[in-house]
Every structure is written in structure tokens, then in C-alpha cells.
């Protein structure tokens, strides 16, 4: 499935777009943000936001089945994933400070606490309103990277380096103003691991537009993990023992 087919429609339509971008004035930084900003719903809208559910598919490279995916986030910054095939339920959890997962697959049932280093993506995640909003207040800095092509059609790359070092590059549709992709550079145990995922079939959810299909993997690999989402609710109740670590968790 191409995710960016199913942003822009056509590749018919990608073609018009890079002629009209390669006439158009780079816009600053500010500008891309704004226009993205506005696009997704608007900042009050994505602020009146407080928590998110979703449930879907997952389906990880080297599986050939799918599991059952149900995803939790509530601010200020709290994530849990959960993941179920054949009565085996992976779990990984964000708590707002520290990280824990379960993995029955590798044979360990018991709650875990997550090194900080594998926690990172967590963390983003749990960010919903993406670093590119509120940037300043986060510590992370925002650069304009100009116009930059994703397979053929041209994008508006930002990139934001967070305040742990942590770059994130956002390519955002010149028309449709969401992201079609991220590239994210983490440090994990002092090796850089570069990463990329693509966003498609955006749809609203109370006014504001989240991605409901997303397929992530080492950049430039064909090996990816894809995840399809049936419904995502905003502003359920969700208790914050949903995101605790279970006793016996001991810190990393």
C-alpha cells in the first residue's frame, strides 16, 4: 500500500504538485508549522484533546500474522501499547517518567522497567501534538530544511532536534499540509539508529486529523512494521493505573 497514494490521491496529482511547489516561495519555518498546524484542525482544537484510544492492527516484520493492537495516550505524556496474538499479550508503557514492558514472547511474563534509551520512542509517541508545536517550550529546536522530495513527490521538510539530542524530520504534503513521513535519529547504547515511518488515510477525529494507517522500519530498509487503525476515540475516560508499572517491576 502506498501511504502516499492515499494522502494525495494520484501520482497524476503529485506531478502538478511539484510544479506548483518549485514556483512557490520557500516558506519559514513558522509558516510550514502554522499552515500544518491549521490544517490538522486547528491549536485549540488539538489541545481540547486530552486523551486518545485506538485499536487496530498490527503487523511487525517477520510475522505473517496480525495482532490485535489497542493504544492508549493522555496527556501530560503517558503512552501504553498493547499487542495480542494467540492469548500472548505484548505490552509497552510510557508512565510519564519511566518505562516498562512485558514480553512473553521472549519467554518473560513478568513486568519489566525499560532502559531509558528504548523508552525514547515512547516518549515521542506519548506526544501527540508532535514537537512541532510548543516547540520552544519543550527545548527542541525547529530548522527548515527547504523543499525535499518522498518518492517523487515534494514535501516541506522541518526538522526538530529535541532537548535529548534526538532529530526528528517532518515531510509535510505542500497541499494537503500533514505529515506523509518522520525520520527520526536516536542515539540508543551510543549507536545511531535512523528510522522511518510513513502516515496515510488521515481521517478527523473530533476536528482534529490523525493518520490511520502507518508503516515504520530502519530507513531505506524494506523490512517494516504496519499498523492499521479501525477506530480511534478522543477524550475517553482512562484511569492513570492504566499506565503504572506493575509491581515487581524493578528501575533499570
Not at 518549485?22 to 490544517?39: G, L
Request: no cysteine.
Amino acid at each position: 500500500m502506498s501511504f502516499r497514494a492515499t494522502l494525495l490521491g494520484s501520482a497524476l496529482w503529485a506531478g502538478v504538485a511539484v510544479g506548483a511547489v518549485a514556483q512557490t516561495a520557500v516558506p519559514s519555518v513558522d509558516e510550514i508549522v502554522a499552515r500544518h498546524v491549521a490544517a490538522r484542525g486547528g491549536l485549540p482544537a488539538i489541545r481540547a484533546i486530552r486523551t486518545l484510544q485506538m485499536s487496530g492492527t498490527m503487523r511487525p516484520p517477520g510475522f505473517d500474522a496480525q495482532f490485535a493492537l489497542q493504544e492508549v495516550i493522555a496527556r501530560p505524556g503517558s503512552v501504553r501499547m498493547d499487542a495480542t496474538i494467540q492469548g500472548l499479550t505484548l505490552t509497552q508503557a510510557w508512565d510519564g517518567a519511566n518505562g516498562w514492558q512485558i514480553q512473553p514472547f521472549q519467554g518473560r511474563k513478568d513486568a519489566e522497567s525499560m532502559p531509558a534509551d528504548d523508552a525514547k520512542s515512547l516518549q515521542e509517541e506519548a506526544d501527540f501534538e508532535s514537537a512541532l508545536i510548543d516547540a520552544k517550550a519543550k527545548g527542541t529546536v525547529l530548522e527548515g530544511l527547504g523543499r525535499v522530495d518522498v518518492d517523487g513527490a515534494p514535501t516541506w521538510a522541518v526538522r526538530a532536534t529535541l532537548k535529548n539530542g534526538d532529530q526528528l524530520t517532518y515531510y509535510i504534503d505542500p497541499d494537503a499540509w500533514l505529515v506523509v513521513r518522520l525520520v527520526t535519529v536516536q542515539k540508543v547504547r551510543g549507536a545511531e539508529v535512523v528510522s522511518q515511518t510513513d502516515f496515510g488515510d488521515y481521517e478527523k477525529v473530533d476536528g482534529v486529523f490523525f493518520p490511520f494507517e502507518i508503516a515504520a522500519g530502519p530507513k531505506g530498509s524494506s523490512v517494516q512494521q504496519h499498523i492499521t487503525y479501525a477506530r480511534i476515540v478522543a477524550n475517553g475516560a482512562l484511569a492513570p493505573a492504566l499506565f503504572a508499572r506493575p509491581a515487581g517491576a524493578a528501575p533499570p
